[in-house]
């Protein structure tokens, strides 16, 4: 036998479905979220070069990243490189500004991004850090994008 549906039904129909279809939506956004965050490794610590596993092209490097301390937040890193006063700067790709610099963060996957515009000469370059699984070592890619130059590996050692 058929049943006749009202339009009552029909609307506690799609008023159902809509409500499952949001519910499933929040849940993958939730999801997405939580992956995002443990995609996101804390870099957070002092670290010190180690010139003998690095592959270093540009020897200024060597003496400008010697040592870093960085404080990593939810939404924000500080990084402070060995004579340079600490920047801090959102993780979010906004730009920040220093008295020789602009500087913008953020992450890729697992890895931070860096890219830097200094100077009236506009030299820019792009750096990536990556964290080793347990978080005793970092390695920091340097790429020369303005000028162009060879790009270099810099590893780093976790201070006690």
């Known amino acids: 036998m058929l049943r006749e549906y009202s339009s009552k039904d029909e609307i506690t129909y799609y008023l159902g479905s809509a409500a499952i279809g949001l519910l499933a939506a929040l849940a993958m956004i939730a999801l997405a979220g939580n992956a995002n965050a443990e995609e996101r490794p ?3 610590g ?4 180690n010139a003998e596993a690095s592959k270093i092209k540009d020897s200024k490097l060597a003496a400008e990243c010697s040592k870093l301390n960085i404080s ?22 906004k730009e920040c ?3 020789d610099a602009k500087v913008s963060f953020w992450f890729n996957g697992t890895k931070l991004v860096e890219m830097e515009h200094t100077g009236r000469a506009d030299h820019i370059r792009k ?14 890619e340097v790429i020369p994008i303005t000028p162009a130059g060879e790009s270099s590996l810099l590893a780093y050692e976790k201070a006690q």
Do not use: H, V
Not at 78 to 92: G, I, K, N, W
Not at 128 to 140: N, P, V, W
């Open 127 to 140: 750096r990536r850090l990556s964290l080793s699984a347990d978080g005793k070592t970092m390695q920091m």
């Open 72 to 93: 990593q937040k939810d939404d924000s890193i500080t990084l402070a490189e060995a004579d340079r006063p600490p920047l801090e700067c959102s993780t979010a790709g």
């Open 97 to 99: 500004s220093t008295k």
């Open 46 to 49: 002092n670290w010190k070069l």
């Open 42 to 44: 804390d870099f957070t």
